[in-house]
């Protein structure tokens, strides 16, 4: 008989009477110390009530070392003349070998890996993923403890921890883990379910688990975050070496051990591009880094020439204007390296074991601006498709920002001051919308108009979206957009609602109209939209310039304009501005826009319109992708006019998230207050920041009950990276900073404010005034 299986007889009083060679493998028992005992004796546990009224079923044997088997059984009956039960056959076979039912076939084929653990963290089943992934048989494994069978690690301590909460607690868990496995030569990520197994009488028999390997996913993950923090960390200036430096910044370690970006002489000057050379290309190596300090690897120094002949992965990236990867053993790889190690032989043994590298063009408006070389060494994948086409988003978003500089150093104000005005600023841990923004310049020869959007982070977790059209083209009305979204951040700073913000707006448009002469007054009108969201109320206050209505889909996709007042353009002086606020879903996607996506010589505006909101309604995978998607559906093949898209999704804080007191004008209770402000830290988990936030309450409470009129209320707002105080009362008067005298006992309550958090300020509100106070959490706390 085979080792996973065996046979036993035992008598009608549970003697066994009959041992074969496969049980003596499976338990360690002889014949000899088997025959004649009970077969009771050699259980670990009772036979489950299921298991005995089916005859079949798995049960625990104790082997004869001490450890637990665990066995899937069958018995037959034996009868004798008389038609009585005089014994049975038992067989039995290691769970998983010769599943016979569906289920059990299931169990052992899963593509990830299973496994079920008794009550003391003790092997009973695994799958056969589960046994690829420990390298070894289920036979081997079954009985014995889980840290038995791993090394001494944290993240093995971390997997038995869990195995013990769930019978402990009785709960399933689920948990995610960056980890290696004893048959796997790199880390994987998995996520694996836990959750207990109970017994036919409700009590917890054991543990059962499934982990799936998420590497493909994690990793996508990471590559999505990289790209990400590229936006934000790549062109903050509009310096072409800054640029290219923070490019090296992104991807040095995290994508590669070793990272350079070349351009052409042309771009670091002011001269247009030459004609393409096919042969030898030469480039100016401005930027490179090196998980090594000093990066000794490099054949080039940063300032010098480099060129590359014409077989070289570089110039053939370059050449076909994609990325291009090359492995180890390829004949242009080898042959790279070759004349890398014979340039620069001071840095052969850094190069040593270099065994992927990928080369990028940075391209943006059509032209080749440079190149960018990743080579891996110490990490042990290679590049492969996907990172291929990473590297082509994160090269492509590079070079427009080196793009960007190069135009600014020929072009000047004119490129700096539309592409500073259209994007937003970043917004780090803004938690009220997630905004995705498209801006399309009229190819007209009239030049580019004066469309543009922003998104302002206000007081209290707030954000404003604004959007807006000069009329005319050309640099005028490039000059005049520049002065009224300065101006709308201005006012948006003074936290005016969106009817009164306009009207201000007004003002200024009708001031600028009148210093310019004559026939230039016309050109000075604009419309704007401008609309604020607040994440606590989930409420949307907008109001209107003579600008296009915002278009609205509810989580539910029904999508429509949202109904309030167009207004009058900014500029016609003396009319009223209307604000109309409504409750929005979280996850409600406004969309504002520009007339130029909807109004056309040859288009129907409603017609547009409509389109507009089928097109909102379509399912896709981010709003980047529903902007493309907006873009194509609704624009004609070539715009006559500029075309602005901004879209936000709304977000809403939790309840949890917001804790407000209401406070009687008493000083004696400042100190209560402080304490309970505390303890609702406490409870948000936000300890580090009870100092600093205990101070700033403890002032802006004193200054309100001293200086300010009932009732008194405080709200404390726990934002994604921020800490947010307020405190309200129905005075008017705004306070502002004094520099007090040496002997002046008091009068430093707000500056102290000031140089505790991140920013403070005062809003006026229909009953009073709100003063406000922003502390920057730690990133443990976030």
Known sequence: MEDASAAAIIDARGILTGWSEGARRLTGYPAREALGRAVRELLAEAVPPEAMSARSGTVMVRHRDGYLVGLRVRACAVTGPDGEAGGYVITAASPGRGETSLAGRAFQQAS?????????????????????????SEETLLGRHFPETVEEAEHSRGFNWHLRHV??????????????????????????????????????????????????????RQRLALLNEAAAAIGTTLDVVRTAEELI???????????????????LGADEAPAASAEEITLRRVAHGSVTEGTPEAAVHVGEIDVYPSFSPIARAMREGRAIVSQAGEPAFMRWVAER?????????????????????????????????????????????????????????AAVCVDNARRFARERTTALALQHSLLPRGLPGQAAVQVAHRYLPSGSAAGIGGDWFDVIPLSGSRVALVVGDVVGHGIPSTATMGRLVTAVRTLADVDLPPDELLTHLDDLVTHLASDDEGDEVAELGATCLYAVYDPVTRRLNLAAAGHPAPALVLPDRSARLIPMSAGPPLGVGGLPFEATELQLPEGSVVALYTDGLIEDRDRDVDHATDELCRALTVPADSLDALCDTVLKAVLPEEPSDDVALLLARTRGLPSAQVATWDIPADPALVAPIRKQVVDQLERWGLIDATFTAELVVSELVTNAIRYGA????????????????????????????????????????????????????SRHTGEGKTIWAELALLDDEI
């Open 249 to 267: 910044g992104v991807v040095v370690p995290r994508f590669a051990d070793f990272a350079s970006v070349d351009l052409f002489d042309w771009v």
């Open 167 to 220: 019978v402990e607690t009785g709960r399933p868990l689920r948990y995610e883990s960056y980890t290696g496995a004893p048959s796997l030569n790199r880390e994987h990520a998995w996520v694996t379910e836990m959750w207990p197994v109970r017994d036919a009488a409700g009590e917890l028999a054991g543990t059962a688990l499934a982990a799936f390997d998420s590497t493909e996913q994690y990793w996508a």
């Open 341 to 397: 190690n014979s340039r620069a032989p001071a840095g052969r043994p850094y190069r040593k074991g270099v065994h992927s590298m990928m080369a990028v063009p940075l391209r943006a408006r059509g032209t080749t601006l440079g190149v960018a070389v990743a080579v891996r060494v110490a990490q042990p994948d290679d590049y492969a498709d996907d990172d291929a086409v990473f590297a082509e988003e994160l090269a492509s978003r």
């Open 710 to 761: 009932p009732p008194i209320r405080l709200r404390l707002i726990h934002d994604t990276a921020t800490l947010i105080c307020e405190v309200s009362d129905t005075n008017h008067t705004a306070p502002h900073l004094r520099r007090a005298k040496t002997w002046d006992e008091g009068g430093r309550g707000l500056l102290l404010v000031a140089q505790l958090t991140q920013r403070w300020g």
């Open 112 to 136: 990830m890996a299973m496994s079920v653990f008794d009550t003391s963290q003790r092997y009973l089943r695994l799958n056969d993923v589960a046994c690829h992934v420990m390298g070894v």
